[in-house]
């Protein structure tokens, strides 16, 4: 993972970067701009995973095939693991404030994020699978949920990869 800011000069400062602010103000402003990014995230993961839990008491959940309950375990534990990684950065951050670690607990907090953002992706998918294997025949299912990871990919994390790979080509 790459910081959008280079690292502090010998002054304290920032690098050139086009803000002028010390280790400690980027920290701070990443820390903000991590946490509303954590905060739409969060959300939705909840809403999705509630639903995921309330399926298994539903009339319709027994008569579920062996491999529409295994995708729906997959489904679950998925959504279990992608909320523990979206929840992460609040946790480290509560436990090391006041410790003078907030650069480091950026960093660490914003690998939290993009591995609870990878595993979010792959729980709708997981899902969506699941849904359309009720829904519709197979072979649909499968087809759907193959451009819906698609298009989650191109909106998601295709633009990211384009616009670092711009950058370090310009640089």
């Not at 939705?44 to 491999?67: C, D, E, K, N, Y």
């Not at 979206?86 to 591995?115: D, N, Y």
């Not at 998918?125 to 649909?140: E, Y």
């Amino acid at each position: 993972m790459h910081d959008d800011d280079e690292a502090p000069r010998r002054d304290g400062r920032a690098a050139p970067s086009g803000r002028e602010e010390t280790r400690e103000e980027q920290a701070d402003r990443k820390w903000a701009e991590l946490l509303q990014e954590v905060r739409v995230t969060q959300t939705g993961m909840q809403i999705l995973f509630a639903f995921l839990l309330t399926v298994a008491f539903t009339p319709r959940f027994q008569s579920l095939g062996h491999a529409d309950r295994t995708i729906y375990v997959v489904t679950v534990l998925l959504g279990a693991a992608a909320t523990g990684a979206l929840i992460a950065p609040v946790s480290l951050h509560r436990i090391v404030t006041g410790r003078r670690l907030k650069p480091e607990t950026v960093h660490i907090a914003a690998r939290f994020t993009v591995a609870g953002l990878v595993l979010l992706l792959c729980t709708v998918v997981s899902a969506l699978l699941l849904i359309l294997r009720v829904v519709v025949a197979d072979v649909t299912a499968a087809w759907v949920t193959v451009a819906a990871l698609v298009w989650f990919v191109s909106c998601w994390i295709a633009p990211a990869v384009w616009l670092c790979h711009r950058h370090r080509k310009d640089h």
